[in-house]
């Protein structure tokens, strides 16, 4: 990185420490950061939308979807995440495989399990055969965010489907007394309102979804935690920079990250509370309406 | 005219894919020097980086390099993520039931223990030992009088040793010497102890030819003297060789 960096072992200690902090392991442990916000960036939404299509399955009154949405949001949210989140990307990525291999080769006379192998064709491999590092990057992170968004949208389903239950019946009732069908007073009445009743709920979740990204690691991503874990341990002469065990400063520089993003994020909800409370019947909308008179 | 131009072009694909197949997948952990290890640069370095990349470049392969956790390396083989399996692992009964195994690339090295300095041997009856997880010294210690506390990385091991947390810790010789030798708090106890069988590459039980390809270059690497060189550049002179 730094012209001076060419032999560190002769280095005073502020230049030490500019080369270190700018190694090659280094940079990439700045660059897991992102991924950790890429991947709440794109879960966020996602779960959002399982969490919708899961609460509109709740509320069916067809039966079978009604049971679909039963059923999903009480298995997932009574299974530990652990167990789905290594269960998730195996069995995804083997019945993509799966199907890729009875679309591509039904002439293939072997069995696909053999023992404890998994055989598929060349042409059904997922990530295809030479697909570069970054693809399969790609894929491996892409499995990682469905993951995370069908646990957490069964979650959010949940919420939504209770804040739903929570706009007043009686408002309801109006907007079918003036000739509204059901589902023209779901959208103009029911969901512009519910997301007020939603939102306590749903910072929950958001917060819980930020704690989990460490999970990362679990799946084969290398996170900021995956790296922290394998900086901050000592490190012999075998290395360019040889240090003692430093895990309790990256682990604080962790819990700093991690602080910073709930705490903000916590400050994004307050400001959304205020905004959603507008005109609603809730004691903050009633404050709200006082503060104006 | 036109079924020789059908022709060529389909001579051409399976060419292509022939081509194609030639890359090989290589398992690692990337966290046990000097074995595999990933340097400061983000890159890859050790012995079993060097071999691999030679016993590639001898069987006309194209490798590409996979890091993966200790803990759930034979899975992914299996899973088919990589090719081979090519992390400091003992050749053991157990795992052969499940992956198959090339010969051997490196002499079975005595494991050893490490404890804080004055620290008494009697520890490796009667103490906390620290081990990697699903190696051949956990298993090892289960068997023993011991208590055994397990780590998902090598390095957590030796400072579970420095925190006091486990009274000494049991690993390969080769991985421990550098580390006691530089650190001023830690030495051997006990005697060196046999565990397990040589050092071998990992692949899938299916993949035959793959497994005679590398162990027709292992072979050929240990006639020629050349495997010898690879393992004194990075275990040292008194390392055993072929």
Same mark, same amino acid.
């Given at each position: 990185?730094?012209?001076?960096?060419?032999?560190?072992?002769?280095?005073?200690?502020?230049?030490?420490?500019?080369?270190?902090?700018?190694?090659?392991? @280094?940079?990439?442990?700045?660059?897991?950061?992102?991924?950790?916000?890429?991947?709440?960036?794109?879960?966020?939404?996602?779960?959002?939308?399982?969490?919708?299509?899961?609460?509109?399955?709740?509320?069916?009154?067809?039966?079978?979807?009604?049971?679909?949405?039963?059923?999903?949001?009480?298995?997932?949210?009574?299974?530990?995440?652990?167990?789905?989140?290594?269960?998730?990307?195996?069995?995804?990525?083997?019945?993509?495989?799966?199907?890729?291999?009875?679309?591509?080769?039904?002439?293939?006379?072997?069995?696909?399990?053999? /023992?404890?192998?998994?055989?598929?064709?060349?042409?059904?491999?997922?990530?295809?055969?030479?697909?570069?590092?970054?693809?399969?990057?790609?894929?491996?992170?892409?499995?990682?965010?469905?993951?995370?968004?069908?646990?957490?949208?069964?979650?959010?389903?949940?919420?939504?489907?209770?804040?739903? $239950?929570?706009?007043?019946?009686?408002?309801?009732?109006?907007?079918?007394?003036?000739?509204?069908?059901?589902? $023209?007073?779901?959208?103009?009445? #029911?969901?512009?309102?519910?997301?007020?009743?939603?939102?306590?709920?749903?910072?929950?979740?958001?917060?819980?979804?930020?704690?989990?990204?460490?999970?990362?690691?679990?799946?084969?991503?290398?996170?900021?935690?995956?790296?922290?874990?394998?900086?901050?341990?000592?490190?012999?002469?075998?290395?360019? +920079?040889? @240090?003692?065990?430093?895990?309790?400063? +990256?682990?604080?520089?962790?819990?700093?990250?991690?602080?910073?993003?709930?705490?903000?994020?916590?400050?994004?909800?307050?400001?959304?509370?205020?905004?959603?409370?507008?005109?609603?019947?809730?004691?903050?909308?009633?404050?709200?309406?006082?503060?104006?008179? | 005219?036109?079924?020789?131009?059908?022709?060529?072009?389909?001579?051409?694909?399976?060419?292509?894919?022939?081509?194609?197949?030639?890359?090989?997948?290589?398992?690692?952990?990337?966290?046990?020097?000097?074995?595999?290890?990933?340097?400061?640069?983000?890159?890859?370095?050790?012995?079993?980086?060097?071999? /691999?990349?030679?016993?590639?470049?001898?069987?006309?392969?194209?490798?590409?390099?996979?890091?993966?956790?200790?803990?759930?390396?034979?899975?992914?083989? #299996?899973?088919?993520?990589?090719?081979?399996?090519?992390?400091?692992?003992?050749?053991?009964?157990?795992?052969?039931?499940?992956?198959?195994?090339?010969?051997?690339?490196?002499?079975?090295?005595?494991?050893?223990?490490?404890?804080?300095? /004055?620290?008494?041997?009697?520890?490796?009856?009667?103490?906390?030992?620290?081990?990697?997880?699903?190696?051949?010294?956990? /298993?090892?210690?289960?068997?023993?009088?011991?208590?055994?506390?397990?780590?998902?990385?090598?390095?957590?091991?030796?400072?579970?040793?420095?925190?006091?947390?486990?009274?000494?810790?049991?690993?390969?010789?080769?991985?421990?010497?550098?580390?006691?030798?530089?650190?001023?708090?830690?030495?051997?106890?006990?005697?060196?102890? @046999?565990?397990?069988?040589?050092?071998?590459?990992?692949?899938?039980?299916?993949?035959?030819?793959?497994?005679?390809?590398?162990?027709?270059?292992?072979?050929?690497?240990?006639?020629?003297?050349?495997?010898?060189?690879?393992?004194?550049?990075?275990?040292?002179?008194?390392?055993?060789?072929?």
């Amino acid at each position: 990185m730094f012209q001076f960096c060419a032999d560190p072992a002769t280095l005073p200690d502020w230049q030490w420490f500019a080369c270190y902090l700018t190694t090659g392991t @280094h940079l990439a442990f700045y660059r897991s950061f992102l991924v950790v916000m890429a991947l709440l960036a794109v879960v966020a939404p996602l779960a959002l939308g399982m969490g919708l299509l899961g609460a509109l399955a709740l509320r069916a009154r067809l039966f079978p979807v009604n049971m679909l949405g039963r059923g999903y949001v009480n298995l997932v949210r009574g299974v530990p995440d652990i167990v789905f989140f290594l269960f998730v990307p195996i069995a995804l990525g083997q019945g993509i495989e799966w199907v890729l291999h009875h679309i591509h080769c039904p002439d293939w006379d072997q069995p696909i399990r053999q /023992g404890n192998d998994f055989i598929v064709c060349r042409e059904a491999k997922m990530p295809p055969v030479g697909a570069s590092a970054w693809a399969r990057n790609i894929y491996a992170f892409s499995m990682a965010a469905i993951a995370f968004a069908l646990v957490f949208g069964a979650f959010v389903a949940n919420t939504l489907y209770g804040a739903m $239950q929570a706009v007043p019946r009686a408002q309801v009732e109006t907007a079918e007394a003036y000739g509204m069908t059901r589902a $023209q007073a779901f959208r103009r009445v #029911v969901m512009p309102q519910m997301w007020i009743f939603a939102l306590p709920g749903l910072s929950n979740i958001w917060q819980i979804l930020i704690k989990s990204t460490p999970l990362l690691f679990l799946l084969g991503i290398q996170d900021a935690v995956y790296w922290a874990r394998e900086l901050g341990g000592a490190k012999t002469s075998l290395y360019t +920079y040889p @240090h003692p065990d430093w895990r309790v400063w +990256y682990f604080l520089a962790l819990l700093v990250f991690y602080l910073m993003l709930t705490w903000s994020s916590e400050k994004g909800f307050g400001a959304l509370t205020a905004r959603l409370s507008r005109g609603q019947a809730t004691a903050e909308g009633d404050r709200q309406r006082k503060a104006a008179a | 005219m036109k079924k020789i131009t059908l022709a060529a072009v389909a001579l051409a694909f399976s060419a292509s894919a022939a081509l194609a197949q030639d890359v090989v997948r290589m398992g690692t952990e990337g966290a046990y020097p000097p074995f595999n290890f990933i340097n400061d640069d983000n890159e890859l370095e050790g012995f079993e980086i060097d071999l /691999g990349n030679e016993m590639c470049a001898r069987a006309n392969l194209s490798c590409e390099w996979v890091i993966n956790d200790w803990d759930t390396i034979i899975p992914n083989l #299996v899973a088919g993520n990589y090719d081979t399996i090519i992390a400091g692992m003992s050749i053991t009964e157990a795992r052969s039931e499940v992956i198959s195994f090339t010969q051997n690339y490196k002499e079975p090295d005595p494991s050893r223990y490490a404890a804080l300095i /004055g620290t008494d041997a009697s520890v490796i009856d009667s103490g906390v030992i620290a081990t990697q997880s699903n190696t051949v010294q956990a /298993g090892y210690v289960a068997e023993t009088d011991a208590d055994l506390i397990e780590f998902p990385t090598p390095d957590e091991t030796i400072a579970a040793v420095r925190a006091g947390e486990a009274d000494a810790v049991l690993a390969d010789g080769d991985f421990l010497r550098p580390i006691v030798e530089e650190s001023s708090d830690l030495e051997f106890i006990g005697e060196p102890m @046999h565990i397990g069988g040589g050092v071998g590459m990992g692949v899938r039980q299916s993949d035959v030819e793959l497994r005679e390809t590398f162990d027709a270059v292992i072979t050929e690497m240990k006639e020629d003297g050349s495997l010898n060189e690879l393992l004194i550049r990075w275990f040292g002179e008194d390392t055993p060789t072929f």
